[in-house]
């Protein structure tokens, strides 16, 4: 089963490097140090055919599957010697349950020539940088993410990150975005370590991380509907859905593999990868506003919204910047409520910050202070910006600065509240909601310990109430 969205598009004026580098990352680790492996493969391969090894070894390891593994003996049988020789230069259990028993017979010349061999074995890429379960190592933590199995496991992995990196990078920030892919990458060999934690076979694949990108996805969307591709077996079709929808299913898939499923494939890291990066995102979101916020799905915009908007980009597109900012304009005064285009309006106008244009668009940005729907830390975002560029911020009305921090009470943002009671106490606006919200601010620094501040915010208001009175 396959599940992918449709419909994301990557934002070329800003492109995700990040995503962009990690593919080039594990591209140039496949095809120049994964590159040599059969260089190495090969030593070590004829080291072991030119020493005693394959004729000490061959009675062993039948009394390793007896002992161990009992269920091989008919594919044992099936295959013959090539069976024996490929366990006997692959497999690290048998190298593990084989030595003890060397040191307590005293074999030492054939420890010796076993040992060398492991050393020379242990040079290919999964050996040395993949993870094994039973010995984890720090390089193998972070390792086994960069490395690959074959040209299809590469693609594969490139591709869904690619797919779900575009939007995750846009949102989060290229910095946060390889954080949350390591920290993802770490938490899928996590899991896959507790599963697995006799296995001494080696896990490599950035699939435990693209995993964690994929969970990250759905965070960063909710519960907005998107489209998806989806393919059972030789079906296939589309569906519209809720982002968290498919986080279900995505799990689902992972543990139904696991019990049913190709049993060379790490299912339950990918399920710590999902897991991990959606908690990760969903407490980065909380803690710090996106970048830049998600597109709609193009089927739920508003015709006229949309034309507008596709007129700007044309005027954009020709070089007609003043024409394209005339079009924002007189757009947002149709459409006052819809944000894309008062976005749009102020990045026209803010080549001018001084322009009365750039003032008016901000002022609409802030006048969605009022509406409930647009999220609050896009206005703090806008608000912030805005106060970069201007000396004179005339769009920071008292209404203005009224509604915002309302908002920045009901989101609890604390430093941007007291800052915008600051603007309204130093410009002696009079209004009935200042007292209240001061109080709000002087009850917060109560609870934490800060009585100097909540003291401070206290006795402004009340020098402001003082003033007010007749």
């Given at each position: 089963m396959l599940i992918i969205p449709i419909q994301n598009k990557p934002d070329w004026r800003r492109p995700p490097l990040i995503c962009f580098a990690l593919i080039l990352v594990n591209l140039l680790v496949f095809v120049f140090y994964q590159g040599g492996d059969e260089a190495r493969w090969q030593q070590a391969e004829e080291y072991y055919f030119?020493?005693?090894?394959?004729?000490?070894?061959?009675?062993?390891?039948?009394?390793?599957?007896?002992?161990?593994?009992?269920?091989?003996?008919?594919?044992?049988?099936?295959?013959?010697?090539?069976?024996?020789?490929?366990?006997?230069?692959?497999?690290?259990?048998?190298?593990?349950?084989?030595?003890?028993?060397?040191?307590?017979?005293?074999q030492a010349q054939w420890l010796q020539?076993?040992?060398?061999?492991?050393?020379?074995?242990?040079?290919?890429?999964?050996?040395?940088?993949?993870?094994?379960?039973?010995?984890?190592?720090?390089?193998g933590m972070f390792g086994h993410m960069f490395?690959?199995?074959?040209?299809?496991?590469?693609?594969?992995?490139?591709?869904?990150?690619?797919?779900f990196g575009l939007s995750v990078e846009l949102a989060l920030g290229g910095l946060w975005f390889v954080a949350l892919y390591l920290l993802g990458g770490l938490a899928a060999a996590g899991l896959h370590m507790l599963v697995e934690s006799g296995s001494h076979v080696p896990m490599v694949g950035?699939?435990?991380?693209?995993?964690?990108?994929?969970?990250?996805?759905?965070?960063?969307?909710?519960?907005?509907?998107?489209?998806?591709?989806?393919?059972?077996?030789?079906?296939?079709?589309?569906?519209?859905?809720?982002?968290l929808l498919v986080l279900?299913?995505?799990?689902?898939?992972?543990?139904?593999?696991?019990?049913?499923?190709?049993?060379?494939?790490?299912?339950?890291?990918?399920?710590?990868?999902?897991?991990?990066?959606?908690?990760?995102?969903?407490?980065?979101?909380?803690?710090?506003?996106?970048?830049?916020?998600?597109?709609?799905e193009e089927g739920e915009l508003p015709s006229p919204q949309k034309s507008a908007l596709a007129r700007i980009d044309r005027f954009q597109e020709e070089g007609k910047l003043l024409e394209a900012a005339e079009a924002a304009a007189v757009a947002v005064r149709q459409y006052p409520e819809y944000l894309p285009l008062i976005q749009r309006h102020i990045e026209l106008t803010a080549i001018n910050p001084d322009s009365e244009a750039f003032?008016?668009?901000?002022?609409?940005?802030?006048?969605?202070?009022?509406?409930?729907?647009?999220?609050?830390?896009?206005?703090?975002?806008?608000?912030?910006?805005?106060?970069?560029?201007?000396?004179?911020?005339?769009?920071?009305?008292?209404?203005?600065?009224?509604?915002?921090?309302?908002?920045?009470?009901?989101?609890?943002?604390?430093?941007?509240?007291?800052e915008l009671l600051q603007r309204l106490i130093s410009q002696r606006v009079q209004h009935p909601l200042i007292p209240k919200l001061s109080m709000t601010l002087v009850n917060y620094y109560r609870r934490v310990g800060e009585e100097g501040r909540a003291r401070e915010m206290k006795e402004l208001t009340q020098a402001l109430e003082i003033q007010g009175q007749p």
């Open positions: 030119d020493s005693e090894l394959p004729e000490l070894e061959e009675q062993r390891f039948l009394m390793y599957v007896n002992e161990v593994h009992p269920e091989w003996r008919l594919q044992m049988d099936v295959e013959g010697e090539e069976f024996v020789y490929r366990e006997l230069l692959w497999n690290p259990e048998f190298h593990h349950w084989l030595l003890p028993k060397l040191e307590q017979e005293g020539q076993r040992q060398h061999f492991a050393k020379l074995r242990d040079r290919v890429s999964s050996m040395a940088l993949g993870l094994t379960p039973a010995e984890p190592k720090l390089a490395l690959h199995g074959s040209w299809d496991h590469l693609i594969g992995n490139m591709v869904f990150l690619l797919l950035a699939s435990g991380a693209v995993s964690a990108i994929m969970g990250m996805f759905v965070a960063i969307y909710g519960v907005r509907r998107l489209r998806f591709f989806y393919t059972i077996g030789f079906m296939f079709g589309e569906f519209s859905a809720p982002a279900p299913l995505w799990l689902g898939k992972e543990i139904f593999g696991y019990f049913y499923g190709d049993s060379g494939i790490a299912y339950w890291a990918h399920t710590g990868g999902l897991l991990a990066g959606f908690v990760l995102a969903l407490m980065l979101i909380y803690w710090r506003p996106p970048v830049q916020a998600m597109p709609e003032h008016r668009a901000n002022l609409a940005l802030f006048a969605q202070a009022a509406n409930p729907s647009i999220d609050a830390r896009v206005l703090v975002t806008g608000y912030q910006g805005y106060l970069k560029v201007t000396q004179n911020p005339r769009a920071l009305t008292a209404k203005a600065c009224l509604l915002l921090a309302r908002r920045a009470a009901e989101a609890k943002n604390w430093p941007w509240l007291e």
